[in-house]
Structure formats: C-alpha cells, structure tokens
C-alpha cells in the first residue's frame, strides 16, 4: 500500500457526461501528479500540481481540469466524455517536486465510457 | 524531449534463473532513472532510481539495475526469479537539467516467471 489513496475504484458512464475522479496524497507529500494508463498510448502524464499551484502540464485535453485543494487533495475533471476517454487514471504524489523524487501510485480508477 | 524503449513486450524466464528486464533512454540532459512494477488490478510500484552516483542500484525485492551512459541503457535485473515476480515492469526517465520535466515511460515489459 503506497499510502495514495484514489476514489471511485471504477466509473461507468456514458458519452457526453462529466465525472469527477478524487486523490488523497501521502500523508507529507505536497505534489500530486495525474496520469492517464490506455492499451494503446501506454501511461501519458496529464498534469501536475504542487502545494495547491499548477506546476506542469502533460497531454491533457482541454475538456480535462485539475485542482488541488488545501488540504492538499487533488480532483480531476472529466467532461465531455468519449468512449477513448476510457482508461485507468492514476494519481501519484512525491514530497516535493524535484526530478529526482520518486512518485508513488494510487490504484487508480477505471473509468468506462459507453 | 525524453524518451524510453523497452525493446521487449514479454519476457519469460524460468524460476530460479536470472532474469533481465530491458531498457534504453533518450534525454538531452543528466539522466533521472526509474523502474516501477505494476501488479493486476493495482498501481504502480517504485522498485528503485538512479540518480548520481555508483552504476550499480539496488532496490526493492532483490531487484537491481545497471546504468550504463555509454549505451544509455539502465536494465533491470534480478539473480534468481520468483513466480511472484510476473508482472508488468516500466522504466521512467526524467531530464535532471530541465527543471521541473514530466516522467517519462517506456510501454512496459510483462515478464512471465514459469514454475
């Protein structure tokens, strides 16, 4: 158990709605990372925040945002969807954001479009 | 801009034998080296990083794995496997002379460890 902490474990929806995918950080970690797993694009980096403040972005698409809060939890917002939009989303956290710290992973949520 | 190649989709090897997970990187500045595992149905798992320092890093579950910037490679490997070691492997580079660069993964590597 890495200690981050993601919410629903799996989504079903359909085309056109909006879903809202939640993650609890390890407890000290300040920076959360979002990425996106698929069988065909393998796993691509959407978007990155540290200690509340957008800190780099990634292939996210502009019907994609991201928050993190106060208490340092982070949502991703999915709107619009497409069946593509089906995948694995993982939230990973790290200390601090330096290239060098290691990222630890959430158990992601599976989210299906129909 | 970074990239990683793990040559190999699957790789099988039987338990006992050693086994040696492959991958090559591309980056334009000082390389940021990582290898996780991924386990059905869950996250993935750091196993270890290179960094600076000694070629050689030893990481989670006997695991290690070898930097070599000649042939910009940082394989992965493991002297004796276990059955419980199949699973999905991915090797990650980061640029560590371009600030805050995203990581980077390779398409992952399934290795098989046969009974």
């Known amino acids: 158990d890495s200690g981050v902490t993601q919410t629903p474990k799996h989504l079903i929806t359909a085309t056109g709605q909006r879903v809202t995918l939640r993650c609890s950080p390890r407890?000290?970690?300040?920076?959360v990372y979002w990425y996106q797993q698929s069988l065909d694009q393998g796993l691509q980096f959407l978007i990155q925040y540290y200690n509340g403040e957008e800190r780099a972005k990634g292939n996210i698409l502009e019907r994609f945002s991201a928050q993190q809060f106060p208490d340092l939890h982070s949502e991703l917002n999915l709107s619009s969807l497409e069946l593509g939009d089906s995948a694995l989303y993982f939230c990973?956290?790290?200390?601090?954001?330096?290239?060098?710290?290691?990222?630890?992973f959430g158990p992601g949520t599976r989210l299906t479009v129909l | 801009a970074q990239s990683v190649a793990q040559p190999e989709d699957q790789v099988n090897v039987a338990e006992g034998n050693p086994l040696t997970v492959k991958c090559t990187y591309s980056?334009?500045?000082?390389?940021?080296l990582f290898w996780y595992v991924q386990y059905p149905n869950r996250g993935l798992q750091f196993l270890l990083k290179y960094i600076t320092g000694d070629n050689l890093v030893k990481g989670s579950y006997g695991f290690e794995a070898e930097f070599n910037k000649s042939q910009t490679s940082f394989h992965l490997k493991k002297p004796s496997a276990l059955v419980s070691d199949s699973a999905l492997y991915f090797c990650a580079v980061r640029d560590g002379d371009s600030g805050n660069t995203p990581l980077v993964f390779g398409k992952g590597t399934r290795l098989s460890v046969i009974a």
């Open positions: 990973a956290s790290s200390v601090q954001p330096h290239s060098y710290n290691e990222q630890f």
């Open positions: 980056v334009s500045g000082n390389p940021y």
């Open positions: 407890s000290g970690d300040l920076s």
